[in-house]
């Protein structure tokens, strides 16, 4: 038993291990992807539960390393947020999707708006407003096509200071859009202040919608909840009819997720619009 224990000791160190030489690789290769074009823009499409209809596109960044592959942001954001390559990437990522949204727009499709997810990193940006401003000046998109998603817990974390620029951004004309919601602590403390628009419910609560359709769960309350504060409500990681039908049922708005399309390059993802 004791030689057992300290196999796995050295297998779970050996792990760590790779665990931070992988972070480091990453880190250094990441600065030359941005040059190399190495990084893209996925989009998901946002249903309107009752026009049927694409409200929004979510842009969703992709890198593909001739070094590493496929990498998940989940695997690089954080580490473009601690090495601070999140504020040129960010910006790269606004314009790509301004311009994305900026060609549907031209296509004669008025009514859909791009959401595009911001680091608090880069909403403490001192210049992070004026930066919103020029992009939408130089594209000439109006500020109401896009949508900022912005991560619930992290916005808590600098509440006063996160406010203010939240609320200059509206002032814009800019959408704000609560991201993962349910997963921080002190949401429903801080929800009714928050100078938002859109709240989207965490994949977490969509998950745990009971296949039977029974008429429970913690989902529907946040809906209920939301609508009282004339929020929007955006289900996000819809997979299957059970949790479709459950959020028909609880007024739910916008739904996104694998049961109507992945994320998608954006030729693909123009032909999902009539
Ligand atoms: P998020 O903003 O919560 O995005 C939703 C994630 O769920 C995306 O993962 C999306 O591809 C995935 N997803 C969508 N529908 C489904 C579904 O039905 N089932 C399942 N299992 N997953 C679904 P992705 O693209 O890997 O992005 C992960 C996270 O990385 C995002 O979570 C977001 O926090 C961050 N991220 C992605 N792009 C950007 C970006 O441009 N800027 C910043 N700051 N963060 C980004
Ligand atoms: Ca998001
Ligand atoms: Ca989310
Ligand atoms: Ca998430």
């Known amino acids: 038993a004791k030689e057992a224990g300290r196999r796995n000791y050295i297998f779970f160190d050996k792990n760590m291990n ?8 990453i880190q250094n290769s990441m600065k030359k992807a941005m040059e190399n074009n190495e990084f893209s823009l996925h989009y998901q499409p ?4 009752a026009s049927n209809r694409i409200r929004a596109f979510e842009a969703l960044l ?8 496929f990498v998940s942001p989940a695997d690089f954001i954080g580490i473009a947020e601690s090495s601070g390559l999140i504020v040129p990437l960010g910006e790269w990522v606004l314009n790509e999707a301004c311009d994305f949204i900026k060609h549907v727009i031209d296509m004669g499709h ?3 708006s791009i959401s595009v997810n911001v680091s608090v990193i880069q909403l403490m940006q001192e210049d992070f407003l004026s930066m919103v401003d020029g992009v939408l000046k130089n594209k000439g998109l ?3 096509y896009l949508e900022l998603e912005i991560t619930e817990s ?4 600098n509440i006063d200071l996160n406010m203010k620029k939240i609320k200059e951004l509206r002032e814009l004309g800019v959408k704000i859009s609560l991201d993962d919601f349910g997963t921080g602590y002190s949401s429903l403390t801080y929800l009714r202040e928050l100078p938002i628009d859109v ?3 965490d994949k977490s609560f969509i998950d745990n919608i009971l296949s039977t359709g029974e008429k429970s769960g913690l989902a529907g309350s946040i809906i209920s909840l939301a609508h009282d504060l004339g929020l929007e ?6 997979e299957n009819e059970e949790q479709l039908k459950y959020l028909e049922w609880y007024n739910c708005d916008v739904v996104q997720g694998y049961l109507f399309s992945r994320p998608l390059p954006g030729e693909k993802a123009m032909k999902l619009i009539p």
């Open 199 to 201: 709240l989207k419910i």
């Open 233 to 238: 409500v955006v289900a996000e990681g819809v």
């Open 46 to 49: 946002q249903y309107e539960i």
């Open 18 to 25: 790779d665990i931070i030489v992988r972070k480091m690789k």
């Open 110 to 112: 008025e009514n859909i």
């Open 142 to 144: 109006k500020p109401s």
């Open 154 to 157: 992290v916005l808590i974390e």
């Open 62 to 69: 992709r890198w593909n390393s001739p070094e590493h592959g």
